[in-house]
């Protein structure tokens, strides 16, 4: 094989010269190919798919992992690396080191069973295949079994999303795990109970979140493959890590996963959502809905896709939709009231509150009939609400800022905004572009509302302070650690009992 070495810095085919020796009970016929732990490496097309979709890398990435596939179990060295990717270049080892990080943190967010490239003390990088750590997922349950059957039940209890239906589910759910540990579904299941008990804050969300991302951590390790659980990770990731770019992903992950399934369709909603990219055209919801028209829960999401880009009188007609559907259902009946709060539809927002059970998310509802009562100048009732809200047993400084945003008061709502901000409390991600703040607050909002969108990645996520310097740690879900915070917690997430691995920021 000839050499070809390229003497400049260019992201050029700098990995011609690196073609894999594997052999062929490693690559089948295909001597350019390599499959292992759901990834298939193409080093002629210089691609990596998992699971057939492609994942984004860059081109010194992509040269990264065919010389480090290359070289089997032998190490690789730094200036090795440097040798062969920057031919006649001055590469720092911080450029090595966030091009290995990048690469790794690429990989786990796809299948985060296992190390893959392993960091040696003075001996560069080696690539870990695992193998063995990715055995296929248990076979699926047979639909006449009565494991499944009560499952259905459970996810069933789930999607009436009120209080009573959350916890039948996690009873349900949890007699399901005592007959089968290893059941996955329920695991999945589980983890979007305790995501909903925090979003609609049936509990205090920060412990159920951090239940939620153990028990999808413990799905995953099961079956890496679980779309549920990726989907329910994504809804975590944004609405407790306010993580846009790993949400995205897991949420991507998902979709591709289960094309077809309402949980992955509503983490790719609720993330396009959050990044202000999303119009009526979100491509799996509405393939969704061609082939499930008379989903009530699909339909709601289109709702809510356009309610969030200020189309209301569609949405409000998507939630009529949906409603006749379900003439009860709840997150229906909330938003089509949003929608129709916006609309300045004042008494049809109320008559559509006094339908919602006293069941679904009270707290929600109360901030939204204080909003009302606001923009009514009813003071009676929006003192009354704002005062019940703020004696509710979760208190939300989203919901608050939403209430008295509505009476204008518009200093107060931005009060409560910081305060949120500064708590790094849940559901900041999505408060950031609801219109019921983003539009009555106008432009005096703006630069919080833009610091929320922009912030969330480089914080410790067990002090809250920002990480600063060259050094911080990380799990493979993404949570951010201090170096203190780390040593604290023994070199294991807290929320996700995950191992932490340092990572080098340049």
């Known amino acids: 094989m000839s050499e070809r070495r390229h003497t400049n810095g260019s992201d050029g085919d700098a990995s011609a010269e690196m073609l894999p020796e594997f052999s062929a009970e490693d690559a089948g016929s295909d001597p350019y190919s390599l499959s292992f732990c759901g990834f298939t490496l193409d080093v002629r097309e210089k691609a990596l798919h998992y699971h057939g979709n492609r994942i984004a890398l860059t081109p010194k990435e992509i040269d990264l992992l065919i010389l480090l ?16 990717l920057w031919p006649g270049d001055d590469a720092t080892d911080s450029v090595v080191s966030q091009t290995v990080y990048r690469l790794r ?9 296992s190390e893959y490239i392993k960091t040696l003390r003075r001996a560069g990088y080696q690539f870990i295949p695992a193998v063995a750590a990715c055995e296929p997922p248990p076979p ?9 059957r009560d499952y259905r039940v459970g996810v069933h209890r789930l999607a009436q999303q009120t209080r009573t239906g959350v916890e039948e589910a996690i009873a349900i759910l949890e007699r399901l795990l005592e007959a089968d540990p290893l059941y996955v579904p329920a695991i999945a299941g589980l983890a979007h109970a305790q995501a909903l008990r925090a979003q609609l804050l049936y509990a205090d969300p920060r412990t159920a979140y951090v239940k939620a991302k153990r028990l999808c951590a413990s799905a995953l390790h099961i079956d890496p493959d679980c779309g549920q659980a990726f989907a329910v990770l994504s809804h975590v990731l944004l609405q407790f890590n306010r993580n846009y770019a ?4 897991a949420a991507d992950r998902a979709l591709a996963l289960t094309p077809y399934s309402v949980w992955a369709i509503r983490a790719a909603v609720w993330t396009r959502v959050a990044l202000g990219e999303t119009r009526e055209d979100v491509p799996a919801l509405t393939e969704g809905l061609a082939r499930n028209p008379a989903s009530a829960a699909l339909t709601v999401l289109y709702g809510i896709a ?18 006749f559907f379900d003439a009860n259902f709840a997150p229906a009946q909330y938003y089509d009231a949003c929608a129709l709060s916006m609309l300045e539809r004042f008494d049809e927002a109320q008559e559509r509150l006094a339908q919602i059970s006293p069941a679904y998310s009270p707290a929600r509802v109360l901030a939204l009939r204080a909003h009302i009562a606001g923009k009514r100048r009813n003071d009676a009732e929006f003192s009354r609400c704002l005062n019940d809200l703020e004696r509710m047993p ?18 107060d709502a931005l009060e409560r905004l910081v305060r949120a901000f500064n708590h790094g409390e849940a559901g900041l991600a999505i408060a950031a572009v609801d219109p019921l703040l983003t539009t009555t607050l106008g432009r005096r909002a703006a630069p919080l509302l833009a610091g929320i969108r922009s912030d969330g990645v480089a914080r410790c996520r067990k002090c809250a302070r920002p990480v600063h310097g060259r050094e911080r740690y990380a799990c493979a879900f993404d949570c951010t650690f201090c170096p203190r915070c780390a040593a604290l917690a023994g070199g294991v997430c807290t929320e996700c009992a995950q191992p932490l ?5 340049s």
């Open 105 to 113: 943190r690429a990989m786990t967010q796809y299948n985060p069973s």
């Open 140 to 148: 699926a349950v047979p639909f006449f079994s009565e494991l499944f």
């Open 306 to 323: 356009l309610y969030f880009a200020c189309r209301y009188f569609d949405a409000h007609a998507q939630f009529l939709d949906a409603l």
């Open 501 to 505: 691995r340092r990572v080098e920021v």
């Open 246 to 249: 790993a949400a995205r992903s």
């Open 69 to 84: 596939v290359n070289a089997r179990s032998r190490p690789v060295t730094r200036d090795e690396i440097v040798d062969r």
């Open 394 to 411: 979760v208190v939300s400084n989203i919901l608050q800022a939403v209430a008295v945003a509505g009476g204008g008061r518009k200093q």
